[in-house]
C-alpha cells in the first residue's frame, strides 16, 4: 500500500500528499444500475466489465435500490455490491436444513444464488441488501469533484452508502484504518474481507488513468486470514470414494470468514499426531484461501496427556480391515465394491458438476438410495423410475419426475466428462480431457496399451498402472456394459486436425471472465496449448480477468506474461 502511494506521488511529481478514500471492500455480487431520466431502468452483474446478466427485475426487489431519484439527471450509473447480512443468512440456512434443500456455504453465495432466481419473489423473500461505491454523471448538471463528494451525493438520492467509509488525509491515516478494521470487521452483519483505497480527486484521478485491469488510482488491502478459538468436541472418521480414511474434527460451531463453521478435515492421523489434538482440546482455526477451515493448533488441552486419538483398525462403514498403500500415510478401506461410504461418495462423485452434472443429486437423495438399496453402482441410476424416486422422504412426484428427466438427460456425456466421472485413481479432470483427445473412443481407451498412454504429456508410470488396473478388473467392466445396456453412451471426440497457435504453450486462468474457465480452457487445448492450475516460471501466459488474485501476483513476480481476455481474443483471431 505504501509503495503504491509513493509510486503514485513520483511518477505524477506530487509535492502534496494525495489524499484518500477507504472503504470496505464487501463480499457480495459486483453489479451496475443504470438510470435514465431518474427512474431505474437496468440492472445487470458486472460479469467481465463489458458483459453481464440482465437481473434488473430481481434487483428492483432490493429496498435498498431506489427506483427513481429526486436529482433530475438524464443519465446516471451506480456501481455497488449486492450482500446478505450474516443474520439473514443464517435464517435462510435454517430454513434450508428444515426443507431438507442444499445448505449455503457462505452469504456470498447466498446472496449470488438469490439474485439469479428465475422469480423475482424469491429474491424479495431473501432481503438482501446492497452499498452503492461508484457514480458516473453523463452530464454537466451537477458539479462532483471527488469520489466522497460523489458518495454523499449518492446517499442524499436513497442509495445505501457503506457508512464506515473514511477520507484520509495521507497513506498512514490509511494504514491506521485498515488496522482499526481488522479487528472491528468482526462486529458488523456483513462480509467484508479488506479495503479498497482510492485517491479521492477526481481530476488526479483522470490524470493516473488505468492499467489494462484495473484503475491506477485504487488499490486494495486484504485482511490476514481470521483466526478464531473453539472446542473440538468429537473426533470423526470418514471414509471417502478412494476408500482412504480420512479424520474430521467436529467442532463447537463458530462464526468465521462469512460462516458457520462445525468441521475441519484432519487430513491424516500422522497430522493428529503432529497437532498433539484430542477430544476436549481448545484449537485456532482459520480459513484456507478463506474457504477450506483448518486447523492450526492446539492452545490448550483438556488434561495434560500422552496419549493420542487412535487410528482405527477397522472401517467405521463396513468393518473391513483397514490397509496401507504404496506407502501412503493415510489407510484404505480395501471392500470398495461393498462399502456403503465408498459407494455414496462414488455416485455423488459420477453427479457432480464436473461429471455428469446431475441436477438435483446431492448426498442426501443418495445416501437415501443406496441405504434403501435401489442403488449401488452408476449404472442403477439409470434403471431408477419416477416411482422409485417417490420412496425417497421428503420428495415430491414433481420432484421425483425432475430428478428422473435429469437422470436421463445425463447419458450422452463428452468422452472427458465420462472418463473423469469414472473415478479412475490418479486420474482428474485434465487427464481425463488428455486421454479423451488422444483416444477419441471409450473402447480405444479401454484396449489401449501401456506405451499408448505413457506417450500423453504428463502421464507417468502410476497413472497408466490405474488406467490398465480400472479397465481389467471384472466389477468395473460389469458396470461399464450395464452403463451401455441402460444407454449411457460417451461422445467420441471429432478429430478436426484444429489449430496449433497455442502449441508448447501453458496458460494458467484466473479471476472473472465473460465466460466460464472451462470454455476457456477448452478454446485453449483445441489451438494445442495447456492449462495449469498454478503459476510456474514454465507458464506461457496468465490469462487475467476481474478480481484475479494471488495468481497475478505470483506472475508479476516471476516476470509471467499477463494478458486480458481481449488480447487473448486477438491471439486466436476473434
Given at each position: ?11 505524477y511529481?506530487?509535492?502534496i500528499?494525495p489524499e ?7 463480499d457480495?455480487?459486483?453489479?451496475s444500475?443504470?438510470y ?6 437496468l ?14 427485475l430481481?434487483?428492483?426487489?432490493i ?9 433530475n439527471i ?7 455490491e449486492?450482500?446478505m ?7 435462510l440456512?435454517?430454513?434450508q436444513i428444515?426443507?431438507?434443500a442444499?445448505?449455503f456455504a457462505?452469504?456470498r ?8 432466481q ?5 429474491t424479495?423473500e431473501r432481503?438482501?441488501?446492497?452499498f452503492?461505491?461508484y ?14 463528494e ?10 445505501n452508502v ?13 494504514i491506521n ?5 481488522d479487528e472491528k470487521?468482526?462486529?458488523?452483519d456483513?462480509?467484508?474481507?479488506g ?7 477526481f481530476t ?9 485491469r484495473?484503475p491506477r488510482w ?5 485482511f ?29 460451531p463458530?462464526?468465521i470468514?462469512g460462516?458457520t463453521v462445525?468441521r ?8 493428529i499426531k ?5 477430544i476436549g ?7 484456507a484461501?478463506e ?11 483438556l488434561?495434560?496427556s500422552n ?9 467405521p462403514?463396513c468393518?473391513?480391515k483397514l490397509?496401507p498403500?504404496d506407502n501412503?500415510v493415510?489407510?484404505?478401506c480395501?471392500?470398495s465394491?461393498n462399502?456403503?461410504?465408498?459407494i455414496?461418495?462414488?455416485i455423488?462423485?459420477?453427479a ?12 442426501n437423495?443418495?445416501a ?6 435401489l442403488?449401488k453402482?452408476?449404472a ?12 425417497i422422504?421428503l420428495?415430491a412426484?414433481?420432484?421425483a419426475?425432475?430428478?428422473y428427466t435429469?437422470?436421463?438427460?445425463s ?6 466428462r465420462?472418463?473423469?466421472s469414472?473415478?479412475i ?8 480431457e ?21 506417450s500423453?504429456d504428463?502421464?507417468g ?11 481389467s ?9 450395464d452403463l451401455y ?7 467420441s ?11 508448447g504453450?501453458t ?12 470454455k476457456?480452457?477448452a478454446?485453449?487445448?483445441?489451438n494445442g496449448?495447456?492449462t495449469?492450475?498454478s503459476?510456474?516460471k ?10 484475479p488474485g ?5 506472475a508479476?513476480a516471476l516476470g509471467?506474461?499477463?494478458?486480458n481476455?481481449?488480447?487473448?481474443n486477438q491471439?486466436?483471431?476473434?
Open positions: 500500500m505504501e509503495l503504491w502511494y509513493e509510486r503514485l506521488r513520483k511518477t511529481s506530487l509535492d500528499q484518500l478514500v477507504c472503504e470496505l471492500k464487501i457480495g455480487l459486483a453489479i444500475l443504470n435514465e431520466n431518474s427512474k431505474f431502468i440492472g445487470a452483474t458486472r460479469g467481465d466489465g463489458f458483459v453481464g446478466e440482465n437481473i434488473t430481481n434487483l428492483k426487489t429496498k435498498a435500490i431506489p427506483h427513481s431519484i429526486q436529482a438524464k443519465s446516471l450509473e451506480v456501481r455497488g449486492v450482500f447480512p450474516v443474520k439473514v443468512f443464517e435464517k440456512n435454517e430454513v428444515a426443507n431438507n442444499k445448505v457462505n452469504p453465495n447466498a446472496a449470488a444464488g438469490s439474485l439469479r428465475l422469480d423475482p419473489e424469491i424479495r432481503n438482501l441488501s446492497m452503492a461505491y457514480g458516473r454523471i453523463d452530464s454537466n448538471e451537477i458539479t462532483i469533484n471527488s469520489h466522497s460523489m458518495l454523499e451525493f449518492l446517499k442524499s438520492q436513497g442509495f457503506n457508512p464506515n467509509y473514511r477520507v484520509c488525509k495521507n497513506i498512514q491515516e490509511a484504518y485498515c488496522k482499526e478494521w470487521r468482526k462486529t458488523l456483513y462480509a467484508t474481507d479495503v479498497v483505497i482510492k485517491i479521492n480527486n488526479l484521478q483522470n490524470e493516473m488513468g488505468f492499467t489494462a484495473a485504487a488499490t486494495a488491502y486484504k490476514p486470514p481470521e483466526e478464531m478459538s473453539t472446542i473440538v468436541e468429537n473426533i470423526e472418521v470418514n471414509v471417502g470414494r478412494s476408500g482412504a480414511v480420512t479424520p474430521v474434527a467436529v467442532l463447537k463458530v462464526f470468514s460462516s462445525q475441519a478435515t484432519l487430513h491424516n492421523f500422522d497430522e503432529r497437532l498433539n489434538i484430542n482440546d481448545r484449537v485456532l482455526i482459520k480459513k484461501a474457504i477450506i477451515p483448518k486447523v492450526i493448533c492446539v492452545t490448550e488441552h488434561h495434560e496419549t493420542h486419538f487412535q487410528a482405527p483398525e477397522f472401517c462403514c468393518g473391513a490397509v498403500i501412503e493415510n489407510l484404505y480395501p471392500n465394491k462399502c456403503p461410504a465408498q455414496k461418495s462414488k455423488e462423485y459420477w457432480s458438476k464436473e461429471c455428469m452434472d446431475i441436477d438435483g443429486l446431492g448426498s437423495i443418495v437415501q438410495l443406496v441405504d434403501n438399496k442403488v453402482t452408476p442403477d441410476l439409470y434403471k431408477l423410475t419416477v416411482d422409485d424416486l417417490m420412496k422422504n420428495v412426484e414433481k420432484s419426475q425432475n430428478l435429469a437422470i436421463q438427460a447419458k450422452n456425456p463428452t468422452l472427458a465420462f472418463i473423469n469414472l473415478g485413481r490418479h486420474v482428474g479432470k485434465e487427464m481425463s488428455q486421454l479423451a483427445n488422444k483416444f477419441l473412443t471409450l473402447s480405444s481407451l479401454r484396449s489401449a496399451s501401456v506405451d499408448e498412454i505413457l500423453i504428463g502421464c508410470d502410476k497413472i497408466a498402472v490405474s488406467i490398465l488396473d480400472f479397465f478388473d471384472s466389477y468395473n467392466n460389469v458396470i461399464l456394459e445396456k441402460y444407454g449411457v453412451i460417451p461422445q471426440v471429432e478429430n478436426t486436425g484444429g489449430s496449433e497457435i497455442f502449441k504453450m496458460f494458467v486462468i484466473t479471476g472473472t471472465l465473460s465466460d466460464t474457465r472451462d476457456f480452457s478454446i485453449i487445448k483445441a496449448g495447456k495449469s492450475s503459476v510456474s514454465n507458464t506461457t501466459y496468465v490469462l487475467a480477468g476481474d478480481n494471488s495468481k497475478y501476483d505470483k508479476v509471467v506474461k499477463i494478458i481476455e481481449i488480447e487473448f491471439m486466436i483471431g476473434s
